[in-house]
């Protein structure tokens, strides 16, 4: 094949023959996949995130403007919100058990993240957890499905399978949730997963998240160790046997990216990478911040080895490590970015602002 522009009725090539050789290499190296991809990463989507303010929500948010995506930030805004403005977003602070501030109209995909985000917050008020973990979650899904939204992603959690000696935690394993957080979210899931047939349901399984967010937690595991060994010198282990899978948030929130690019993976994914028990990251913490650890005993026997095969097989990769977070952590602590403050602490900040 030639490709020939026409001057004076007498077909000439444009550039020589070695161009058009390397244009139609360049063309046969992309393959259909490869094209397919491509198209899915250029669409532009508008996702509407509820809870997005929050630990994870600041990390997402700014990553899906990056990819070229509309976004409605949705959030009560208990931890206040570290969005920056953007002509691409829209942050609206609103209650997701109120249906009637949930304005879904132009929305082509949700990505849930509110809830109330752990053990201790959900024993507060198991009401209050019930309502906005488990029943907003039903209301939201209906209404999205009504408003002919074709993609759903729900953030469940690991914690769902409770205590398991299983060597491999799958996602067919029978779930055992403890607390009224995990309840909330094994239903949570069984409702999203009822809307099926309307809508692509993909549902995350994380393992405990760690790393950098503009809006900080401090009460997740690696995250609280290294601040305490920054900010004490001391590291209070609790047990410390109790091994926990963990994953970095820059691979979680890269993850909700690739499921809204990939609407064909649908189902139930865990993701957590590394599972490590509590006693060894506290070492693994003490090797870049000196500090003496200390094991006291537990009374949170959650312990679980997730296995995260079935997300690999979709040709997802995570990124990072722990060890990454925990290097990030210390270095923007001796920048001053990173502050020990009390809103980093979900349980705390709740009981003196949402409670009081
Ligand atoms: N961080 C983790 O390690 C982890 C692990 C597994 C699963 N998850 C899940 O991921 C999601 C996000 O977690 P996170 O760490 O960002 O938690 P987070 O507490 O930082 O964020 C939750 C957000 O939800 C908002 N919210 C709470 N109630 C609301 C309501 N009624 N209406 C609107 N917004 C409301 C809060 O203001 C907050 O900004 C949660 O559902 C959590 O259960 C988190």
């Known amino acids: ?48 995130v509820t809870g997005a303010c929050g630990y994870k929500g600041s990390v997402l948010v700014p990553k899906l403007i990056a990819a070229g995506h ?38 082509d995909a949700v990505i849930h ?32 499905a009504r408003a002919g939204i074709r993609r759903f992603i729900y953030a469940s959690s690991g914690s769902v399978y409770g205590v398991s000696d299983a060597p491999e935690v799958t996602e067919d394993l029978e779930l055992l949730p403890l607390s009224e957080y995990n309840k909330t979210k094994m239903c949570g899931e ?44 001391i590291i209070t282990v609790f047990g410390g046997d109790q091994t926990r899978p963990n994953i970095h948030i820059d691979d979680i929130t890269d993850l909700y990216l690739f499921l809204l690019d990939n609407p064909q993976h649908t189902g139930i994914y865990n993701a957590g990478f590394e599972n490590i028990s509590i006693l060894d990251i506290a070492r693994m913490v003490t090797e870049r911040v000196p500090a003496e650890i200390v094991i006291t005993p537990s009374s949170d026997p959650r312990s679980y080895r997730l296995n995260s095969d079935k997300l690999l097989a979709t040709g997802f990769r995570p990124k990072k490590t722990v060890g990454d977070a925990i290097a990030e952590l210390v270095g923007l602590y001796r920048q001053g970015v990173l502050k020990n403050e009390e809103r980093h602490y979900n349980l705390q900040w709740m009981q003196k602002t949402v409670m009081s």
């Open 1 to 48: 094949m030639q490709i020939r522009a026409h001057t004076c009725g007498r077909p000439t090539l444009l550039f020589s023959p070695r161009f058009y050789v390397i244009l139609l290499i360049l063309g046969a190296s992309r393959s259909p996949d490869r094209i397919e991809q491509y198209t899915r990463n250029t669409a532009i989507v508008r996702v509407f």
């Open 190 to 233: 069984r409702i999203v997963l009822s809307y099926r047939q309307d809508m692509a349901v993909q549902i995350v399984r994380p393992a405990t998240v760690c790393g950098y967010s503009p809006r900080m937690r401090l009460d997740v595991s690696v995250n609280m160790l290294t601040m305490q060994a920054l900010a004490k010198s």
């Open 113 to 144: 993240l509110s809830s109330v985000a752990n053990d201790p917050c959900g024993d507060l008020d198991p009401k209050l957890t019930w309502e906005i973990s488990c029943l907003a979650t039903m209301q939201l899904a209906d209404r999205a």
């Open 70 to 107: 509309d976004v409605v930030a949705f959030d009560i805004q208990w931890f206040g919100s570290f969005l920056q403005p953007h002509p691409n977003l829209t942050i609206v602070k609103g209650d997701v058990r109120h249906p009637g501030e949930v304005e879904l109209d132009g929305i």
